[in-house]
């Protein structure tokens, strides 16, 4: 339900863009950190944290019961994997043995219990690990490796052997080879079995890929290896043994991602079958939406209709017990045995996300699961007045053909402020990355950021993103560039005919693969007056030419196979259309990013000041693929902000200097709304 502040006497009229709000541009680079990764060992909890303040390092942290938090990996130290690189599976821990990859050299580091020095144990050079698994009976570390060692050849991922102790100077024994990719090792608790998934060109993991299962002797040889489950139309993820040595998993087989078990001698078992999704899209390593309470008991979050939810899967029965908490969103759940309690991040529309244990002794001995909870951490640190909050709704409206689309309306909303009589909004589009993705009604102080200026939201799942079914994520195969945009502009028009936005004040935004469909919907509709692209792709062909390995089939299933349809690249491509653009636009581009060419912003900003339209390019030394640094994220939100107000003429209620934007006199003058 759509929560606003009702009208009163004591707040202030001013138009909407204007108003004073408490939570500024340093505040959401230095508010908090990005929780990721949670993990545990015996009674340590272990999660990952990313400072902005710090350049984005990510660092790793321990809790031991009771103690306070302990930094394990000060600077320079990065915690991060560069595998695929969005990373993931940057670290792990047994037996108080920590494991972790550095983002600085590539290396894997072993940090011992008790020592503060941690040990490189792999070589410098080409080499990238992800997904480590210390087993320490036999001494060794099963890890996926990417051998970036020829540069002018596509990268070689393989699943590798490596001695706990190093220097491992061969890069590690290996294991799988022969696939394109290689991820999510499992390795049984006596370390004799393992498990792992694959998948070839040119499929992305949710399209079709493959889990295995072989013997292990402990030199490294691999016997009896089965193919558990496979199949075009058939993806499948996080492999875990479970306690009877049966194997659990997240497969689609049905069309959703669910949860099965594959006995060696039984056909694959579907566990609490139903149409919501077990897992997410697999774009980091590592991830985990389900784990191990006993022999008799699994925990299990799902998204159901763009809502999170966990619960207690009761394997000899199948029955599925949700617990009542007040998250949203719910991700990266692991269970902590030694203590009875389960570790996972949570976040609603108005709680930040954060660590939390939820104690399942006691909530099976009757205690609510809310008064069961231990808040361990929380991302961000803000003391804001709800009156200040948007609440989103989720909403659903029709596509062009009559497909429902689903996304989440924010109005404004400043308990001091209220617009003018008669006055509209102006309504900002998000379309989020992937683009198989998803965006959710996680707490966003960015969000509020817009809607406490002023500003409505509309966050598009538009067709292609997960949470709905593969039936609903494969309305975008072949129509990347089509669907989304129709999906985003059919969402707007349904606010304007709803009387929730200013038909005349339409921005449309977005990053990486939504700062495509950014880009196109300003090209190929007459729908945005404004928009704003970080880090967007303007050229698909160069994309699909120069983009590294992971992604570098991507567009086979999203466009065409290239460069058979190159006609379809060129078609589709906003930087081959500039005479079609009629709006202004701000792009913002990090100098080191490796999955959308710095090139690519440049010649769009130069074309859109060539036709004579509002233009600003902001370029970032030391930013890759999504910003990191406090002064970066900063910069951008506040140049964004400027960007609107000079263009809508409204006043700014924060002291910040106007930005300077390319032909902004020359667009007013020929539009009325200026």
Not at 538 to 552: I, M, N, P, Q, V
């Amino acid at each position: 339900m759509t929560t606003t502040t009702p009208p009163s006497a004591d707040r202030r009229i001013a138009p909407y863009g204007s108003w004073e709000s408490p939570i500024s541009a340093r505040m959401l680079a230095e508010a908090g950190v990005r929780l990721m990764e949670p993990g545990v060992d015996g009674s340590d909890l272990y999660w990952l944290e990313s400072r902005a303040q710090e350049k984005g390092r990510m660092t790793l942290i321990r809790k031991s019961g009771a103690s306070d938090p302990v930094e394990l990996t000060p600077a320079p130290f990065n915690v991060r994997s560069r595998v695929h690189e969005y990373g993931g599976g940057a670290w792990t821990a047994n037996g108080g043995i920590v494991v972790f990859a550095n983002a600085g050299d590539l290396r894997l580091y072993r940090l011992d219990p008790g020592s503060d020095e941690p040990v490189a144990i792999t070589p410098e050079g080409g080499l990238r690990y992800a997904n480590p698994i210390v087993d320490l009976a036999n001494r060794r570390v099963i890890a996926v490796c990417e051998d970036h060692s020829f540069p002018e050849a596509e990268a070689v991922n393989t699943l590798v052997q490596l001695t706990l102790e190093g220097p491992n100077e061969d890069g590690g024994k290996i294991l799988v080879s022969g696939t394109d990719f290689v991820a999510y090792p499992a390795l049984s608790a006596d370390g004799a079995r393992l498990a792992w998934m694959t998948w070839d060109h040119p499929n992305m993991p949710w399209d079709s890929s493959q889990l295995w299962t072989a013997d292990l002797t402990p030199n490294g040889t691999l016997s009896d290896v089965r193919l558990v489950n496979a199949g075009k139309g058939d993806s499948v993820g996080q492999p875990r043994w479970l306690l009877d040595g049966s194997l659990g998993y997240i497969a689609e087989t049905t069309g959703w991602w669910n949860l099965y078990r594959a006995r060696d001698t039984e056909a694959p078992q579907a566990l609490a079958p139903r149409e919501a999704e077990f897992s997410v899209t697999q774009w980091v390593l590592n991830q985990s939406n389900w784990d191990i309470v006993n022999d008799a008991t699994l925990a299990v979050s799902w998204t159901q209709d763009g809502e999170w939810s966990l619960g207690l899967l009761d394997l000899p029965s199948g029955e599925l017990t949700r617990l009542d908490l007040p998250f949203t969103v719910i991700t990266q759940v692991h269970m902590q045995p030694t203590t009875g309690q389960l570790v996972f991040i949570g976040a609603s529309a108005t709680l930040p996300a954060r660590l939390v244990r939820l104690d399942l002794k006691a909530v099976r001995a009757g205690t609510a699961p809310t008064d069961a909870l231990e808040t361990i951490r929380v991302s961000a640190d803000v003391d804001i007045d709800p009156g200040y909050f948007s609440v989103p709704e989720a909403i659903t409206w029709a596509a062009p053909d009559g497909s429902p689309v689903h996304g989440f309306y924010y109005p404004p909303a400043n308990k001091d402020f209220q617009a003018p009589d008669g006055e509209l909004p102006p309504v900002i589009v998000e379309s989020h990355g992937g683009p198989t993705g998803a965006t959710s009604s996680a707490f966003s102080l960015s969000t509020q950021y817009w809607t406490s200026r002023g500003f409505a939201i509309l966050d598009v799942n538009y067709g292609g993103s997960t949470g709905y079914g593969r039936a609903y994520r494969e309305r975008l195969l072949g129509q990347w560039g089509i669907v989304d945009i129709d999906d985003c502009v059919s969402g707007v028009q349904h606010l304007v005919a709803e009387g929730k936005a200013d038909p005349d004040r339409l921005i449309i935004r977005g990053g990486s693969a939504g700062g495509y469909t950014t880009l196109a919907a300003l090209t190929f509709r007459d729908v945005f007056t404004a928009g704003a692209s970080y880090f967007g792709i303007g050229d698909l062909e160069a994309l699909a030419t120069d983009t590294h390995k992971l992604e570098s089939r991507y567009l086979d299933s999203l466009i065409g196979p290239y460069p058979e349809r190159k006609d379809l690249y060129d078609a589709r491509s906003p930087i081959h259309h500039t005479d079609r653009l009629s709006s202004p636009m701000i792009l913002f581009q990090g100098l080191e990013d490796l999955v959308v060419p710095p090139a690519q912003a440049t010649t769009m900003a130069d074309a859109v000041r060539t036709k004579g339209l509002p233009v600003a390019l902001f370029l970032y030394e030391g930013e890759g693929h999504g910003f990191r640094q406090a002064e970066t994220i900063i910069h951008t939100a506040e140049a964004e902000l400027s960007f609107y107000a000079q263009l809508f003429r409204f006043p700014l209620a924060d002291d910040i200097a106007p930005i300077a934007i390319d032909n902004l006199h020359l667009f007013g003058e020929r539009n009325d709304y200026l």
